[in-house]
């Protein structure tokens, strides 16, 4: 029995965008000297983990890279970094963008979770505004329990289909 998937996408726009924007970098890596091989080859990986993945996979990487950069939002927040603090709360709510826009709205959680992907994007504008740590603490507890049940519903679909 497969995973009912509340997310409406083979593949979200943001790993079309990092693909799009790994093949612009190899075009550019061919015109000059390679210098940091590792680079390259971690763009590789990643470009193969992505285009491979399920679509529950790719969401599952989404909570886990909201989860990253709020944590670095909190760390940068403690340097008093605003630059950096500014830079990874967007990144964090394009992330939020991200699985709010992919909703699919025929099934009923999806309607639960636009409101709270709201609520965390309000929260985010927010803790970037007033450089509020306590408002990113909100937000990432929300998203370690959204991927953590995602993560269980993964395995629990798995082990049905194993």
Do not use: C
């Amino acid at each position: 029995m497969a995973m009912r998937n509340p997310y409406n996408y083979s593949m979200p726009k943001s790993a079309l965008k990092l693909k799009t924007n790994l093949m612009q970098n190899r075009a550019k890596d061919v015109q000059k000297p390679q210098k940091n091989t590792s680079r390259s080859k971690f763009d590789q990986y990643m470009e193969q983990k992505i285009l491979t993945a399920r679509p529950e996979d790719l969401t599952l990487m989404l909570y886990d890279g909201l989860i990253k950069f709020l944590k670095q939002a909190q760390m940068f927040m403690e340097q008093k970094n605003i630059e950096k603090t500014n830079n990874a709360i967007i990144r964090a709510q394009d992330i939020i963008n991200e699985l709010n826009i992919t909703l699919n709205m025929d099934y009923e959680v999806s309607k639960n979770l636009r409101s709270l992907y709201a609520y965390m994007n309000d929260r985010l504008i927010d803790a970037n505004i007033n450089k509020d740590n306590n408002s990113i603490e909100i937000v990432l507890g929300f998203a370690k329990e959204l991927r953590d049940t995602w993560k269980t519903a993964m395995n629990h679909t798995n082990n049905k289909n194993g």
